[in-house]
C-alpha cells in the first residue's frame, strides 16, 4: 500500500483539485468514443451498478481521455498500427498479410477477450493470442508480455473495439475459470490480508489516503497510468494491487491472472472498452 | 537451523528467542496475546507506550498507515485522509484501552471478521505473503503500545 499511496500523493498533487471526484452520469461528461461509464448491474450480482474507474479521476486526468490527441496511451496505439503492417519472421508475414483491414478484422475482438480456444483447451488473452499467431503463422519470435511491442499491439487491437460493450464469453467451458476467478478475487492476500473486494467491492467511491477507490474495472486496459509514465497491462496493475497488500503476486499471464482477467471482465458487463484509457 | 539463523539476521535476536520458544521478560508474543471477547488487558511490554512516537506512527506509511483509512483532526496537518473507517476522533472516549488494544492487534477479532483493517500484531495473516514480511508482524509489540498511548489521547 505504502508505494501505491506515496505515488498516489504525488499524482493527486499534480493531477490538481478533487472537487469534481466522483461517478459521473452517461451523458454529461465522458471520454472520448465511449457512451457509457455508468450501467445497470445484473440482477444477484455483487455490485448495485457497474462503474468505470474513470469516474474516480480527477477533472484534469480525465481531460486527457477526452482528446485523442491528448491521450498519451495513443502514442502506443499509433505504434501498434506501425507493427501491425509490419513485415516480421521467416515466412514473412505481417499481421497484414492475414488479418487485412484492422478496423474491420479486429473490430469487437479486443471487447470479448479472453476467449476460449478449442484447440488448445484453454482461454486465451489477446497477449497470448497475439503470440500465438507470431510463432505459429509468423515463425516470428514471441514478445514478452510488458514489452513496448506487446502493449502496442494489445493497445491497439483493444482499440478497435472502443465504444463496444465487454463480452466475455462466461458460460460453458469458461464457467470454471469464471469461478477460479471469483475465488481469487475473494480470497484474503498478503501481510495486510485483503481481497480484491475488501477495496473494490466494499469501500469504492471512498478515498483510501489519497486514492479515490474504483470498482477495479477491467475495461480501460491496455491504460496509460501518469505514476507509469507509460502505458501497462492489465497484469502489471493486478501485480501493483497484491504487492501493495504486501502479497506475493501471481505472474502476468499466469492462469490465476488470465482467471481473474475472465472473471473482472465478466463482473464489468455493461461497461464499454476504454482502451487505451487514461488512469493517475 | 539455517532457517532459524535467516530469521535472526532479518529480525534481530527477539526473533530468535521466539523461534526457539522463550519468552522474552516483557514482551508477549503474537500467538501467546489473549483475548477476553474482544479485549486484550494486559500491555504487550513492560514499558509505557509513548504518545510522541504512537503520533508518527499513525501517519506513516510504512508502519501504522491509520491516515490512510481513518479521518484525524488531530492531524490536520497532515494531507489526505482516508474514509474507508470511521473518523477517530475522541475515540477514547468510546473505547476503553483494553478494547483498543484489541482492535489494533487483530480488528477481525475485536470488531468483525469482515473488516477490512488488517491486523497489526499477528502473523497468521492473508495467503502469499510476501517473503519480506513473512512471520512478521506489521507492527512491533512496543509500537502497538505507543499507538494505543497516541490514541488514548483522542478525547472528545
Known amino acids: 500500500m505504502r508505494g ?25 461528461d465522458l471520454p472520448a468514443g465511449v457512451t457509457v461509464v455508468k450501467a445497470p448491474a445484473a440482477k444477484g450480482g455483487p455490485l448495485a451498478e457497474i462503474l468505470s474507474g474513470w469516474g474516480s479521476r480527477s477533472k484534469s ?29 521467416k515466412a514473412g508475414k505481417s499481421c497484414a498479410t492475414c488479418h487485412d483491414d484492422a478496423s474491420v478484422s479486429m473490430k469487437g475482438v479486443g471487447a470479448a477477450m479472453p476467449k476460449w480456444d478449442a484447440k488448445l483447451g484453454r482461454p486465451m488473452t489477446l497477449e497470448q493470442r497475439v503470440n500465438a499467431c507470431r510463432t505459429d503463422n509468423m515463425e516470428a519470435k514471441e514478445w514478452k508480455w510488458e514489452s513496448d511491442q ?3 499491439m494489445t493497445a491497439y ?46 469501500n469504492y467511491g471512498k478515498f483510501i489516503r489519497a486514492d479515490y477507490l474504483s470498482q477495479g474495472q477491467s475495461n ?56 487505451p484509457a487514461v488512469r493517475n | 537451523m539455517k532457517h532459524a539463523k535467516k530469521i535472526v539476521t532479518v529480525c534481530g535476536a527477539v526473533v530468535m528467542a521466539w523461534s526457539a520458544g522463550i519468552a522474552i521478560a516483557g514482551v508477549t508474543k503474537p500467538g501467546d496475546v489473549k483475548f477476553d471477547d474482544t479485549k486484550v488487558t494486559a500491555p504487550l511490554t ?13 501517519s506513516n506509511r510504512k508502519k501504522g498507515n491509520c491516515l490512510a483509512c481513518h479521518v484525524n ?31 489494533l492487534i487483530n480488528a477481525k477479532v475485536a470488531l468483525s471478521d469482515e473488516t ?40 472528545e
Open chain 1, 150 to 152: 506487446m502493449l502496442s
Open chain 1, 157 to 202: 487491437v483493444k482499440n478497435q473495439s472502443r465504444g463496444m460493450p465487454v463480452n466475455v464469453q462466461a458460460d460453458g467451458p469458461m464457467e470454471p475459470w469464471v469461478k477460479r476467478g471469483k475465488e481469487l478475487y475473494y480470497t484474503r492476500v498478503g501481510q495486510l490480508n485483503m481481497s480484491c473486494a475488501n477495496c473494490h467491492e466494499a
Open chain 1, 4 to 28: 501505491l499511496i506515496k505515488a498516489a500523493v504525488v499524482f493527486a498533487l499534480a493531477a490538481g483539485g478533487f472537487a469534481n471526484f466522483g461517478p459521473v452520469n452517461a451523458g454529461e
Open chain 2, 116 to 155: 477490512i483493517m488488517p491486523g497489526f500484531y499477528m502473523v497468521n495473516t492473508g495467503a502469499r505473503v510476501a517473503k519480506k514480511f513473512k512471520g512478521k508482524t506489521i507492527l512491533s509489540a512496543q509500537q502497538i503500545e505507543d499507538i494505543l498511548a497516541y490514541l488514548q489521547t483522542l478525547k
Open chain 1, 61 to 89: 486526468t480525465q481531460q486527457l481521455q477526452q482528446d485523442d490527441f491528448e491521450n498519451p496511451g495513443y502514442l502506443w496505439v499509433d505504434k501498434g498500427e506501425t507493427l501491425w503492417n509490419t513485415v516480421d519472421g
Open chain 2, 73 to 103: 483532526k488531530d492531524l490536520a496537518d497532515k494531507p489526505f485522509h482516508g474514509e474507508i473507517g470511521p473518523p477517530l476522533d475522541g475515540v477514547a472516549s468510546r473505547y476503553s484501552a483494553s478494547e483498543m488494544r484489541g482492535i
Open chain 1, 220 to 275: 480501460g486496459f491496455p491504460t496509460y497510468r501518469l505514476k507509469w509514465q507509460k502505458v501497462g497491462s492489465l497484469h502489471r496493475r493486478f501485480k501493483g494491487c497484491m504487492k501493495n497488500i504486501r502479497a506475493k503476486p501471481y505472474k502476468r499471464g499466469s492462469d490465476e491472472f488470465v482467471a481473474m482477467e475472465i472473471y473482472l471482465a465478466q463482473r464489468g458487463k455493461g461497461l464499454q472498452v476504454e482502451s
Open chain 2, 46 to 58: 513492560n514499558e509505557a507506550g509513548d504518545a510522541a512516537k504512537g503520533k508518527l506512527l499513525f
